[in-house]
């Protein structure tokens, strides 16, 4: 490789800055010293942070790292995640207090407080006992967003078994890889939710998932829409297991490394892979990243994480470390345009939701629809705004905080993984000036750096690879049932360093930018061009709502930029002609400089999508290359790609 390809070219030119509100950072969890205090001493900060949760036994060693890269945290000690998150805040006096404001689609409502959710999970736990489930059993869920959900997974905490989420959007086929692939004894599903407006059922799915799946010998079935339902011999329902349990259970103690659960990753990059997760360090990061990085004030706030529960995101910060901290928070389970497009915010001002954290995805949807929607409600509880999922384009970050947060709430930026667990790099609210797009630094107790093809780390300035040189508490231990693989995957690529897959640069202050995914890079006239720069590029166009840019073969240049673009407003004559076409690839070129400018830019309705939101840039490369499409069994909409193709002369 020459010298050039060593880097990501490192275009993007963002000034503004936004500070820290001078309220916050005056009665912010964490001041900058934090940064000092774990950098002195790693291990014993982590240790501190373990102090948050309540242990049966204190751990002997902190971390034994010495079987690279299996590692273990908190060795010896034991803790139930459950009794964590449920029991030790009712024990403390706060039964009363409302763990979730469950908001259904339909517009019906329950309210559990802790009190609440320790009866209801005791319950279930003392169900799938009778059910024959046992401690290192596992037991796979796909339930909608109800609160069974998470009392599902909270039963599984208090027994020992692991559970396998998986996102209630699949298909029969990727919930029977799934469940195969852990072996699960029972699932728990129901037999719909509510999407959309109407009921959308999930029992079907289910038959066939299982119907060869020899694994199988329950399926609990919870009652949420009331259709129609097939019945087998495999299920019970919930209403008649689960209700007439005792509502006692005493929680066991549990090694710190303890299965906690396996999470299959989206799928963006390829198969997805079965991510397993641990109890004591886990728990210990996403409760303080969760304190820290929304800087949570227990006692008066109310947090919302618009995420599914089925992906990471719901796991860490709408279950685990928002419970873990004897947090309120608000579940919703619809789609935000249902039954209008202000819903959401509709949803915020009701509960007045104080700390709310979304994706990317989102965020550029509600810009497509216009400010006005957002603009007729009372949205002035929001003090701290958080995304995660994907990079945030400035221009998305600036329309965040300005039309939602008043101009006034800090937005923090979370970059991490279903790998990672929990928030591993991000502003903190109180401290960090803001800049749009940035992820900043490593969170207190975090060493990550960008390194060159060799390993090295880059100056000030420089971009390559994004690695992680230090473990961290809530780290994957491996990927189910595949060591080689998860040595293969991330501890291969560099000696010693976790290899996330994703590029990064270090701007000249040192801080931190992602720059997409490696497999998306670009390399156009021997230079590395970030998808994500062009594409926030082509975002700060105003008639743009969202862009996807991919690297095409091309003769000249190695590769050359294929940009997708959907269009803000209304579709029309202005957005699709010629002219329109060469005002963006103008604009792009003045952002950017010559040689990001795209090769060729294609209007289109709607762009691949996993079922987690994130843009599937892998297909549409397929499709500028003219190549079948690769696997989709992760895509949200599997007629996306023929309406994209169909728009596409061209690029046949
Ligand atoms: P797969 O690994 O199967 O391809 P995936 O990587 O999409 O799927 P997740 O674990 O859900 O699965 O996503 C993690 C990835 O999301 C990160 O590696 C990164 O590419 C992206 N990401 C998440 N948050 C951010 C962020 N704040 N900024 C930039 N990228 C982010
Ligand atoms: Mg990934």
């Known amino acids: 490789m020459s010298e050039s390809q060593k880097t990501l070219s490192n275009l993007l030119r963002e000034t503004r800055r936004f ?33 948050r949760l309540a242990w049966s036994k204190r751990w002997d060693q902190v971390l034994d790292w010495t079987n690279p890269p299996f590692a273990r945290w908190f060795v010896g000690g034991e803790l139930n995640v459950a009794y964590n998150c449920v029991d030790r805040h009712v024990e403390a006096g706060l039964g009363a207090k409302v763990a979730y404001h469950w908001e259904g689609e339909p517009g019906d ?256 949807t509600f810009m497509k629809w216009g400010d006005d929607i957002p603009a007729g409600y009372d949205l002035s509880s929001l003090r701290v705004l958080g995304s995660v999922g994907e990079p945030i384009n400035p221009e998305a970050y600036v329309w965040y905080r300005e039309h939602i947060g008043a101009n006034r709430t800090p937005v923090v930026d979370t970059w991490w993984q279903t790998e990672t667990g929990a928030i591993m790099i991000s502003p903190l609210p109180g401290v960090t000036e803001g800049k749009p797009g940035a992820a900043m630094r490593p969170l207190p107790g975090i060493v990550a750096d960008v390194v060159d093809d060799r390993g090295e780390s880059v100056p000030n300035g420089g971009g390559g690879f994004l690695v992680l ?19 293969k995957t991330y501890w291969s690529r560099f000696d010693g360093m976790y290899f996330a897959g994703d590029g990064a640069k270090k701007d000249e202050d040192g801080d931190l930018w992602l720059l997409g995914r490696v497999d998306d890079v670009m390399l156009v006239s021997g230079h590395n061009i970030s998808t994500t720069e062009v594409e926030s590029a082509l975002v700060s166009h105003p008639k743009v709502a969202e862009a996807a840019v991919v690297g095409s073969t091309d003769p000249v ?25 060469k005002e963006l690839r103008e604009h792009v070129s003045r952002k950017l400089g010559p040689i990001a400018k795209p090769r060729q830019i294609m209007i289109v309705p709607e762009l691949p999508k996993t079922r987690s939101g994130k ?38």
Request: aromatic share 8%; charged share 25%; with cysteine.
């Open 109 to 364: 409502t329950r309210t559990l407080t802790y009190a609440d959710l320790r009866r209801e999970v005791s319950k279930a736990a003392n169900a799938l006992l009778e059910l024959g489930v046992r401690k290192g059993d596992r037991v796979a869920i796909y339930l909608p967003m109800i609160p069974e959900l998470p009392i599902s997974m909270l039963a599984c905490a208090r027994i020992g078994a692991t559970h396998s989420v998986v996102f209630g959007g699949f298909s029969a086929d990727a919930l029977r890889t799934r469940i195969d692939d852990a072996q699960a004894r029972v699932v728990i599903t129901a037999d719909g939710g509510y999407r959309r407006g109407k009921p959308s059922a999930l029992k079907p799915t289910v038959d066939e998932a299982v119907a060869d799946a020899p694994s199988v010998e329950h399926v609990l079935v919870v009652r949420r829409t009331g259709e129609d339902v097939a019945e087998t011999e495999r299920d019970v329902w919930w209403e008649d297991v689960v209700e007439r349990q005792s509502d006692q259970h005493t929680p066991e103690p549990m090694d710190a490394e303890h299965p906690l659960f396996i999470l299959y990753t989206s799928g963006t990059t390829g198969k997805p892979k079965g991510i397993l997760h641990t109890s004591g360090g886990y728990l210990t990061q996403t409760a303080y990243t969760h304190w820290a990085v929304l800087d949570l004030k227990p006692e008066k706030d109310v947090y919302w994480c618009s995420a599914d529960i089925g992906w990471v995101t719901g796991h860490s910060y709408i279950v685990y470390g928002p419970l873990a901290n004897g947090a309120t928070s608000v579940m919703y389970e619809g789609t935000p345009d249902t039954p209008h497009r202000g819903r959401w915010w509709d949803v915020i001002a009701k509960y007045k939701v104080t700390l709310f954290y979304t994706a990317p995805t989102a965020i550029r």
């Open 469 to 487: 040189k230090e473990p961290w508490p809530s780290m994957l231990r491996t990927i189910w049932g595949d060591d080689e693989r998860y040595i």
């Open 557 to 581: 240049t190695g590769q050359a930029i294929v940009a997708f673009v959907i269009p803000r407003g209304a579709a029309g004559e202005e957005v699709e002609g010629e002219a329109f076409l």
């Open 19 to 51: 500070p820290p509100p001078a309220e916050l950072a005056e009665s912010a969890n964490v001041t900058a010293a934090a940064y000092e205090e774990a950098a002195n001493d790693r291990l014993g900060f982590w240790e501190r942070q373990a102090d």
């Open 615 to 652: 843009i599937m840039r892998r297909l549409l490369r397929d499709v500028a290359e003219n190549r079948s499409v690769g696997d989709v069994s992760t895509l949200a909409d599997s007629t996306v790609m023929d309406l994209i193709s169909s728009k596409l002369p061209e690029a046949k």
